[in-house]
């Protein structure tokens, strides 16, 4: 099984498909994407929260590939959480300075062991991976689908303390007001 896995990431990686951009509720994915990691988080150690903004009802993105990233990080962070702790998504409007259209933040955060300082800048690398039964694919995959759908991610990382990986770039969201015009 863990062959076929490899090959079906491999696949993923080398030929990605974003082509079904659309809008998407955002709390709904984010739910979704919680619904099915379920299986991965306990829920006598794993606290679970999520925040998403009233400013950020919609987002324009592939949904399948967007739920496809954050349970891969969702995923991730929960494996980071070996003794527990919390795992935290929000999605919030980008900051004005940061973007120049209207843009969201979105944040898969956890309290677990973190990642060393001289290892952050290559997990998004194909086949970089500290786990026993990783691939290093997992990661990869999340930045090249987020690049395909006009997307950046970044990660904030302190040993003992968790880890924050940052979606944000071009994928908009549509305010409130201008959603109940349409």
Known sequence: ???????????VYTRPDCSRLGWHDT????REVLTLAS????PDTVEVRCQ???????????????KQVLLNLVLNAVQAM????TLTLTAC???????????VH?????T?????????SRVFDPFFTTKDQGTGLGLAIVKKLLDLMGCKISVKSEMGKGTTFRLYGEFVCVPAPILSKQ
């Open 1 to 11: 099984q863990s062959m076929d896995q490899l090959l079906s990431n491999l696949l």
């Open 106 to 110: 979105i944040t898969v955060s956890d």
């Open 52 to 66: 998403v903004h009233q400013l950020v009802p919609k987002l324009w993105c592939d949904g399948p590939k967007m």
């Open 82 to 85: 070996p003794k527990g702790g």
């Open 39 to 42: 299986h991965a988080i306990p």
């Open 112 to 120: 677990g062991t973190g990642i060393p300082a001289e290892l952050q």
């Open 93 to 103: 409007p980008s900051p004005p300075e940061i973007q120049e259209v209207p843009a």
């Open 27 to 30: 709390e709904v994915l984010i």
